[in-house]
């Protein structure tokens, strides 16, 4: 791999004290372990065929569900296979494709613009570029790193909603900020690992440790989690 895009987004703002213990580092450990013999095949649940898919089903799922993605994408995509085909779309005619899925209207006016500036940017290919994907309309970090390691192979964690709030649950970022956690779990966990932990974060916050109420008592992390028996969103 030539390039890392990622490497220069890696930032120091995170909690050095957290990183730095070793009682933390051995929690770590540990949920990494009990993830991977909970979750091993994790891997993103979007369906897609190409970089170009994966790209516009990253921005479909912002405040949305994968299984409502995933139900719109195949009409989307037989209508629309690729960006140049996309470019020309009214926004009205995507409209009807994804009005199932959450702040549709907005969605279908982006992904219009988005891949017009695909064309025009990137020759219609999805950039392997960190800077290049979070300039594209409708797409921020969260998107350039689900599409950065899902399409073209790099480590990245993409923090959404149930990464976030298990990092916090499990005691492995102090941080509400998105960018602060990324760079928390960073730091914590081998770069080899970071595509694994975050679909498996993801995993098992869908499924077990869910947002207003935990499955604590059936959790494979509870021998390790400071918050086990946590009964209120944070
Ligand atoms: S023990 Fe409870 S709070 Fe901790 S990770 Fe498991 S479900 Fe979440």
Same mark, same amino acid.
């Given at each position: 791999?030539?390039?890392?895009?990622?490497?220069?987004?890696?930032?120091?703002?995170?909690?050095?004290?957290?990183?730095?213990?070793?009682?933390?580092?051995?929690?770590?450990?540990?949920?990494?372990?009990?993830?991977?013999?909970?979750?091993?095949?994790?891997?993103?649940?979007?369906?897609?065929?190409?970089?170009?898919? !994966?790209?516009? /089903?990253?921005?479909?799922? #912002?405040? *949305?569900? @994968?299984?409502? &993605?995933?139900?719109?994408?195949?009409? +989307?995509?037989?209508?629309?296979?690729?960006?140049?085909?996309?470019?020309?779309?009214?926004?009205?005619?995507?409209?009807?494709?994804?009005?199932?899925?959450?702040?549709?209207?907005?969605?279908?006016?982006?992904?219009?613009?988005?891949?017009?500036?695909?064309?025009?940017?990137?020759?219609?290919?999805?950039?392997?570029?960190?800077?290049?994907?979070?300039?594209?309309?409708?797409?921020?970090?969260?998107?350039?790193?689900?599409? !950065?390691?899902? /399409?073209?192979?790099?480590? #990245?964690? *993409?923090? @959404?909603?149930? &990464?976030?709030?298990?990092?916090?649950? +499990?005691?492995?970022?102090?941080?509400?900020?998105?960018?602060?956690?990324?760079?928390?779990?960073?730091?914590?966990?081998?770069?080899?690992?970071?595509?694994?932990?975050?679909?498996?974060?993801?995993?098992?916050?869908?499924?077990?440790?869910?947002?207003?109420?935990?499955?604590?008592?059936?959790?494979?992390?509870?021998?390790?989690?400071?918050?086990?028996?946590?009964?209120?969103?944070?």
């Amino acid at each position: 791999m030539p390039h890392d895009p990622l490497a220069k987004h890696l930032s120091d703002s995170s909690s050095p004290a957290l990183s730095s213990s070793p009682a933390l580092s051995n929690r770590a450990e540990a949920v990494l372990a009990l993830l991977r013999q909970t979750y091993p095949e994790a891997r993103t649940e979007l369906h897609y065929d190409n970089p170009f898919q !994966l790209l516009v /089903a990253t921005v479909l799922s #912002a405040q *949305a569900t @994968d299984k409502s &993605v995933n139900a719109a994408t195949p009409a +989307l995509f037989a209508v629309y296979p690729d960006a140049a085909a996309l470019a020309q779309a009214r926004t009205e005619d995507v409209e009807v494709l994804i009005k199932t899925i959450g702040l549709y209207r907005n969605k279908a006016k982006n992904l219009v613009t988005l891949a017009g500036q695909l064309l025009t940017r990137h020759a219609g290919q999805v950039p392997n570029d960190f800077d290049a994907i979070v300039a594209l309309a409708g797409a921020g970090r969260k998107t350039a790193n689900v599409v !950065l390691s899902n /399409a073209y192979g790099y480590q #990245a964690i *993409a923090v @959404d909603t149930h &990464v976030g709030r298990l990092a916090r649950r +499990l005691g492995l970022s102090s941080n509400t900020n998105p960018d602060k956690v990324e760079t928390d779990l960073q730091r914590l966990f081998p770069a080899d690992q970071w595509v694994f932990l975050h679909h498996a974060l993801i995993l098992h916050g869908r499924r077990v440790c869910l947002a207003r109420k935990p499955h604590c008592s059936g959790c494979v992390l509870s021998v390790v989690c400071p918050r086990v028996g946590v009964e209120k969103s944070d």
